[in-house]
């Protein structure tokens, strides 16, 4: 079974990391957010992942890395370079 996931690997300022986007209800605690990081791990293997919600008005809201996540903070999320990754 495949499923696909939005997301991104970023390159900035020697930092690669990894952005996927999530259903809000992730950020609904903390146990929900560790497992959705984890069951990304594989796809990006080896960096940090970030994970992005965004409410009904489009703001965005992260988890993960402090500095990633203030630096994501200034970024419109339309500037991420979003792409789908098909997981099997």
Request: aromatic share 10%; glycine share 4%; hydrophobic share 40%.
């Amino acid at each position: 079974m495949s499923y696909e996931i939005n997301g991104a690997i970023v390159k900035e300022q020697d930092l690669t990391f990894a952005v996927v986007a999530v259903k809000p209800h992730i950020f609904e605690n903390d146990k929900e957010i560790q497992k959705a990081r984890n069951a990304y791990r594989h796809v990006f293997p080896g960096i940090p992942i970030i994970l992005m919600s965004q409410d009904s008005q489009g703001r965005a809201t992260y988890s993960g890395k402090k500095n990633i996540v203030q630096f994501l903070a200034t970024v419109d999320p339309r500037r991420i370079p979003w792409r789908r990754f098909i997981i099997s």
